[in-house]
């Protein structure tokens, strides 16, 4: 029989996040003829210091919460069933140090879209939960933007 073509069928597949365990060794090294002398290479910096996450892994964490509005307690349940206990103020700890580090540029952008000469703006309104009250009361996002390059200005969008 002579080939004389094909049918070709794509289906979505999804594949669970993979969570690993990221080893660093540093050797010690010792000279054999004195007793003094130890050397060791310095142990990286890590945004928790002496913590388990990873630069990705807060960062996975931080678009959860702030991209896809998934709380804390929602992601360490999602967590758990990964086989992995981490407290939702674990995971707040974590968010609130990479904000720290995340600080200067959020500082670079308002001062750049402070001297800018247009700026855009979007508001949008979403519930969010009032534990006191037991209900929910709105709170706002706001989107700034400064994008002159359609007047004919050099910089980049920021």
């Known amino acids: 029989m002579a080939r004389i073509g094909e049918d070709v069928s794509e289906r979505l597949d999804a594949v669970p996040a ?3 365990v990221l080893v660093t060794r540093r050797p010690k090294y010792a000279c054999r003829r004195c007793s003094a002398a130890v050397a060791q290479a310095h142990a990286p910096e890590h945004v928790v210091p002496g913590g388990l996450p990873t630069e990705a892994l807060i960062a996975q964490v931080m678009v959860a919460k702030f991209g896809d509005h998934l709380p804390f307690y929602r992601q360490a349940e999602i967590y758990t069933r990964q086989g992995i206990t981490l407290d939702r103020a674990t995971l707040g700890n ?6 720290f ?3 200067p540029i959020v500082d670079h952008l ?3 879209l402070k001297g800018a000469d247009r700026v ?3 508001e949008t309104r979403a519930p969010v939960l009032d534990p ?3 209900k929910t009361k709105t709170g706002y996002f706001w989107a700034i933007v400064s994008d002159d390059r359609g007047h004919g200005a050099p910089a980049r969008p920021s």
């Open 110 to 112: 308002r001062e750049s």
């Open 132 to 134: 006191g009250r037991r």
């Open 94 to 99: 974590w968010v609130g140090r990479a904000c």
């Open 18 to 20: 993979q969570l690993r």
């Open 101 to 103: 580090h995340l600080r």
């Open 120 to 122: 855009f703006m979007d």
